[in-house]
């Protein structure tokens, strides 16, 4: 199986991982996106060549984003990792890249070797959330528009987004107004 990963620049490492994290997202059903065949194959899709295994990736990607979830989640609450969470994030980034030319000729990171499609995968997103820690990790943020626990990375130029979507900050909004009309009524 032949994964399709380059790097134009870490932004595509630094989506996939939060991407791959909010793959767990209780406001959705399933909760786990990674435990259900047919969403798993759609989330991976654009990323392997053959979609046979996409499933049986997706389940084995779980305890990966487990990890990186949690890392994340820290992150954003101003937390250091636990020292458990950065031997594993440190061990899973272990996988071997080099740096070459796609096919369009634009400067890309490929594995050295060859690897389980997993096993890249998880370096991949790997990759990406230590670019968000060294770039800028005030700009990680988790939804507050509860119980909605997205990931996501601020690019305003402000710098003061709240809510991952327009959707979740009327949510909240609308909870905030109902709750003020209650204590006033």
Same mark, same amino acid.
């Given at each position: 199986?032949?994964?399709?990963?380059?790097?134009?620049?870490?932004?595509? !490492?630094?989506?996939? !991982?939060?991407?791959?994290?909010?793959?767990?997202?209780?406001?959705?059903?399933?909760?786990?996106?990674?435990? *259900?065949?047919?969403? !798993?194959?759609?989330?991976?899709?654009?990323?392997?060549? *053959?979609?046979?295994?996409?499933?049986?990736?997706?389940?084995?990607?779980?305890?990966?984003?487990?990890?990186?979830?949690?890392?994340?989640?820290?992150?954003?609450?101003? /937390? #250091?990792?636990?020292? %458990?969470?950065?031997?594993?994030? #440190?061990? !899973?980034?272990?996988?071997?890249?080099? /740096?070459?030319?796609? *096919? #369009?000729?634009?400067?890309?990171?490929?594995?050295?070797?060859?690897? %389980?499609?997993?096993?890249?995968?998880?370096?991949?997103?790997?990759?990406?959330?230590?670019?968000?820690?060294?770039?800028?990790?005030?700009? /990680?943020?988790?939804?507050? %528009?509860?119980?909605?626990?997205?990931?996501?990375?601020?690019?305003?130029?402000?710098?003061?987004?709240?809510?991952?979507?327009?959707?979740?900050?009327?949510?909240?909004?609308?909870?905030?107004?109902?709750?003020?009309?209650?204590?006033?009524?």
């Amino acid at each position: 199986m032949k994964i399709l990963l380059t790097l134009n620049s870490l932004e595509e !490492a630094m989506s996939f !991982a939060i991407d791959l994290a909010n793959t767990h997202d209780p406001m959705r059903d399933p909760v786990d996106s990674l435990a *259900d065949a047919e969403i !798993a194959t759609e989330f991976l899709r654009p990323l392997l060549e *053959d979609e046979e295994d996409a499933a049986r990736i997706g389940r084995d990607l779980r305890p990966h984003r487990d990890i990186l979830r949690k890392a994340f989640l820290d992150l954003a609450a101003g /937390l #250091e990792n636990d020292q %458990s969470t950065r031997q594993r994030l #440190e061990t !899973a980034l272990e996988s071997d890249w080099k /740096l070459g030319q796609d *096919d #369009e000729g634009k400067v890309a990171v490929f594995p050295r070797q060859k690897q %389980s499609a997993v096993k890249r995968l998880v370096s991949w997103s790997t990759l990406g959330f230590f670019a968000l820690k060294q770039g800028a990790p005030e700009r /990680l943020r988790v939804c507050q %528009s509860a119980p909605c626990e997205e990931i996501f990375h601020d690019k305003t130029k402000a710098g003061r987004q709240r809510f991952c979507s327009k959707r979740c900050g009327t949510r909240f909004n609308v909870a905030q107004y109902r709750s003020r009309e209650r204590d006033t009524g």
